[in-house]
C-alpha cells in the first residue's frame, strides 16, 4: 500500500512561476526514485524532472532546464518542483511518481505509483 498526493497547481501568466509538491506515504516512503511526469493535452506523458531522494541526484528534461528545479524534503518524503518562467507549452497535467530502484527513468511504465494529477496551465 502506497499513495502519493499532488498539490500546488493552479493558472498563471506567461513569465509566472509554481511550485507542486508530492508527498510519499506507506509504501512509497520508503521508495527513493521519485519523478515528475507531464501530459498535455493530446498528448504522451513525458518526463519532467527525477530525482533520487537518497543522494539527491536529479535529472532534468532539455526543454525545463535552467526554468525547474526538483527538490526534496526527505524528513517529510515530500517532492517538489519548482517552476520558474513558465510558457504556454508547459500547460500539462503534471504527475508525481515513485518506484524502489528505477531511479532516473524517463520511462512512465518503470514507476509503479503515481498521484491523482495536477493541472498546470500558463496563459500568453
Known amino acids: 500500500q502506497g499513495q502519493l498526493v499532488e498539490s500546488g497547481g493552479g493558472s498563471v501568466q506567461a513569465g509566472g512561476s509554481l511550485r507542486l509538491s508530492c508527498a510519499a506515504s506507506?509504501?512509497?516512503?520508503?521508495?527513493?526514485?521519485m519523478a515528475w511526469f507531464r501530459q498535455p493535452l493530446g498528448m504522451e506523458r513525458e518526463g519532467v524532472a527525477t530525482?533520487?531522494?537518497?543522494?539527491?541526484?536529479?535529472k532534468y528534461a532539455d526543454s525545463v532546464k535552467g526554468r525547474f528545479t526538483v527538490s526534496q524534503d526527505n524528513a517529510k518524503k515530500t517532492m517538489y518542483l519548482q517552476m520558474n518562467s513558465l510558457k504556454p507549452e508547459d500547460t500539462a497535467m503534471y504527475y508525481c511518481?515513485?518506484?524502489?530502484?528505477?531511479?532516473?527513468?524517463?520511462?512512465?511504465?518503470?514507476?509503479?505509483?503515481w498521484g491523482q494529477g495536477t493541472q498546470v496551465t500558463v496563459s500568453s
Open positions: 530525482i533520487n531522494t537518497d543522494f539527491g541526484v536529479t
Open positions: 506507506g509504501y512509497t516512503y520508503y521508495m527513493a526514485c
Open positions: 511518481a515513485a518506484d524502489r530502484y528505477r531511479c532516473g527513468s524517463w520511462l512512465p511504465l518503470n514507476y509503479n505509483y
